[in-house]
């Protein structure tokens, strides 16, 4: 059974760059057809999925964040990470890894999720 896991800072400075590293167990970034994906929660809001890197290691980012995301994986590690720039306020959220099989925006498998503050 995979489990993922995120780790990273829990407060970051707006205008600083924003890093998480999700760990993944139990099965390989690079099986083919899954997708793992960085989703993010604000406080009050609802889901908002930020971007995915494939198992080809091909990445996808939602247009509205895309100018600022950046997702790269370490596949000896079995770790994906998630770099979002010049972070404001409205950064502040829990983010969540996950992945998806074959179809990239249906997911089974949630990391518990981390909460990241930005905040001077």
């Known amino acids: 059974q995979v489990q993922l896991q995120e780790s990273g800072p829990g407060l970051v400075k707006p205008s600083q760059t924003l890093s998480l590293t999700c760990t993944v167990s139990g099965g390989s970034i690079t099986t083919n057809y899954y997708y793992w994906s960085w989703i993010r929660q604000p406080p009050g809001k609802g889901l908002e999925w930020i971007g995915y890197?494939?198992?080809?290691?091909?990445?996808y980012y939602s247009p509205s964040l895309k100018s600022r995301t950046s997702i790269s994986r370490d596949t000896s590690k079995n770790q994906f990470t998630l770099q979002l720039s010049s972070v404001t306020p409205e950064d502040t959220a829990v983010y969540y890894c996950?992945?998806?099989?074959?179809?990239?925006?249906?997911?089974?498998?949630w990391g518990q999720g981390t909460q990241v503050t930005a905040s001077s």
């Open positions: 996950a992945r998806a099989v074959s179809n990239w925006n249906e997911f089974d498998s």
């Open positions: 890197i494939a198992y080809s290691g091909s990445t």
